[in-house]
């Protein structure tokens, strides 16, 4: 990802005193990674965020963001200001048949568990822990070929459902899944309704990592796994009509693309 430098100078006399790093594509479903004085209180969008110890902190946009992120940056008393503007993207159409019909619309018998899986998945992206993971590249998370992306429309045994939010990974069942950077695991769990079995990693600051449709969950709650730590293996538990890995990456509720963040094979 190449470096954007942004200077929201209006007076070169402040040049010494304040900096502006971002890190990332300004698009939709991008992640950008800032840096700014460490000594800086930043706000995006009015409300205050954290940065870590050397100034860094993280915004992105969603799929259907179209207006500019405004960053709030006071140094000393002085306040920058800049938007940030997402560019718009073009995304695909996907049509998947042959699902079962229960995972396509699912009967009233299992609400309750869809139900007490968003609990769960919701409670794992609610960490907002003071930890620099985030600060690594990232790796692929396993081998394979790339049968689904991120944004796209998808139209299920022919019916538009809501679109993809995730990098799909097609490989052949048990093949290794690793972590894409270090992080602590906050679920670790299987036979989801929808995902089956579901591993999100969180890498401070918000922003998570989420693993799903594995064969095997290979780690716990709470452990702390090192970049390229085999997670789990790839499977087609939940909705699934084929072995694949669904790869998404949050920010708080901010969904991002996978994509976006890795080099290109």
Do not use: C
Not at 119 to 134: E, G, I, P, T
Not at 153 to 178: C, F
Not at 219 to 226: A, F, L, R, T
């Amino acid at each position: 990802m190449k470096l954007l430098i942004l200077l929201l100078l209006s007076q070169s006399a402040f040049a010494d005193d304040y900096f502006l790093n971002l890190k990332g594509k300004p698009t939709q479903g991008g992640l950008i990674i800032a840096q700014t004085n460490a000594s800086a209180q930043v706000k995006i969008n009015g409300k205050k965020t954290l940065i870590n110890d050397d100034g860094y902190f993280m915004f992105g946009f969603g799929r259907f963001d179209d207006k500019p992120v405004k960053l709030a940056i006071t140094v000393d008393g002085i306040s920058y200001q800049s938007n940030i503007l997402p560019t718009m993207r073009k995304f695909p159409t996907e049509v998947i048949n042959g699902l079962p019909k229960n995972k396509v619309n699912p009967p009233a018998k299992v609400y309750a568990q869809i139900k007490a899986d968003n609990v769960l998945v919701a409670k794992a992206r609610s960490f907002v822990d003071k930890r620099d993971d985030f600060l690594q590249p990232f790796i692929w998370p396993a081998d394979g070929r790339v049968s689904g992306v991120y944004g796209s429309r998808r139209i299920l045994n022919g019916e538009p459902k809501r679109p993809h939010y995730g990098m799909d990974i097609a490989n052949k069942t048990g093949t290794k899944v690793v972590a894409p950077i270090a992080g602590v695991v906050r679920l670790a769990q299987t036979g989801m309704y929808y995902t089956g079995g579901t591993i999100i990693i969180d890498h401070g600051y918000g922003l998570t990592t989420t693993f799903m449709h594995l064969s095997q969950v290979n780690v716990e709650v709470g452990s702390h796994v090192s970049q390229g730590e085999k997670i789990g293996e790839i499977g087609m538990t939940g909705r699934a009509t084929g072995p694949h890995l669904d790869w998404r990456i949050n920010l708080g509720k901010t969904r991002l693309d996978p994509q976006l963040v890795i080099e290109k094979k």
